[in-house]
């Protein structure tokens, strides 16, 4: 496995990308209840922004087929699905100095689950966090917090760097009220 960092994607992978987004995330369509998986305007935006950091994974064995696909930036502006505003009022100077990073997606097809890619990807990204001392965040729902992912980006970042810690930001819960049963 091999990653490809950039701003750009080529022409012919926007397709491919926008397919292998919409397979990784289709189900966060029905089980989480705020929208985590963006609309192919916001993923066209997103793609297209060159603020944003676009990781490719590449499988040698299966050329011109994508493996992953992630993208990265301490552009908060350029992620629709957060507030920017956020963390400029709890980290001011790291903010203004462009050292708050926002992983928007990470997204492995399934056939290259376990290969190696994650831990790739997660090492490039933590080396550009600590080459600018600063902090990095995304947002885990339920779901995938108890599948395991935010236990895997800890271990994975700890095994990188003894002592990295990990907070939960914020949290979300949405309630249901219903009256009972008529009569």
Same mark, same amino acid.
């Given at each position: ?9 080529? !022409?012919?992978? +926007? ?5 292998? *987004? +919409?397979? !990784? =995330?289709?189900?966060?369509? /029905? +089980? ?8 192919? $305007?916001? %993923? ?7 603020? /944003? ?17 992630? +993208? %990265? ?6 992620? #629709?699905?957060?507030?920017?505003? *956020? %963390?400029?009022? @709890? ?10 990073? *926002?992983?928007?997606? =990470?997204?492995? @097809?399934? $056939? $290259? ?7 790739? /990807? ?6 550009? /966090? ?21 236990? !895997? ?5 700890? $095994? ?16 249901? *009220?219903?009256? #009972?049963?008529?009569?």
């Amino acid at each position: 496995m091999h990653i490809e960092v950039g701003t750009d994607i080529p !022409a012919e992978l +926007t397709e491919a990308t926008w397919q292998l *987004y +919409t397979e !990784a =995330f289709d189900e966060l369509r /029905v +089980t989480a209840v705020q929208r985590h998986v963006m609309d192919r $305007s916001e %993923f066209d935006q997103v793609i297209g922004d060159k603020r /944003v950091l676009k990781y490719l994974g590449r499988d040698p064995d299966r050329p011109g087929e994508l493996a992953a696909l992630a +993208t %990265f930036t301490n552009e908060l502006q350029a992620m #629709p699905l957060i507030s920017p505003d *956020y %963390f400029a009022h @709890h980290w001011p100077q790291l903010y203004a100095e462009k050292r708050i990073w *926002y992983i928007g997606f =990470f997204a492995i @097809h399934p $056939s $290259s689950r376990g290969c190696g890619i994650f831990e790739l /990807v997660i090492a490039d990204m933590w080396r550009r /966090v600590r080459a600018c001392d600063g902090i990095a965040a995304l947002d885990i729902c339920r779901r995938n917090d108890e599948i395991g992912l935010g236990r !895997a980006i800890h271990q994975t970042l700890t $095994s990188l760097t003894a002592g990295a810690r990990a907070r939960r930001l914020d949290e979300q819960t949405f309630w249901l *009220y219903e009256p #009972p049963p008529q009569p």
